[in-house]
């Protein structure tokens, strides 16, 4: 079981940045795929971005030319930088792990609220 702590959450005006972190307890090298979700209320889970281990990215329609998903496997970290934020971005932002296509791991989540 991996363990995954986010952070970089907060509140932030429309058009601002915010950098997410996603700290794994162990290596993270070899990993099948690291991503990010998020929730925002009476809406489903949905994918954000996620990285392969190849280091192929995968984006929603959504986020496209706004957010960069990337990693540091020697800081076992996986980043989400997040500009040009926009109202409906709000959500709960969960961090998961895929270290084969049998396992999957979530972070405890992170808000991110943007607001003017």
């Known amino acids: 079981q991996v363990q995954l702590v986010e952070s970089g959450g907060g509140l932030v005006q429309p058009g601002g940045s915010l950098r997410l972190s996603c700290v794994a307890s162990g290596s993270i090298f070899g990993f099948n795929s690291m991503g990010w979700y998020r929730q925002a209320p009476g809406k489903q889970r949905e994918l954000v971005a996620d990285?392969?281990?190849?280091?192929?990215?995968k984006y929603a329609d959504s986020v496209k030319g706004r957010f960069t998903i990337f990693r540091d496997n020697a800081k076992n970290t996986v980043y989400l930088q997040m500009n040009s934020l926009r109202f409906e971005d709000t959500a709960v932002y969960y961090c998961n792990a895929r270290p084969s296509i049998w396992e999957t791991n979530w972070g405890q989540g992170t808000q991110v609220i943007v607001s003017a």
């Open positions: 990285i392969r281990s190849g280091g192929s990215t």
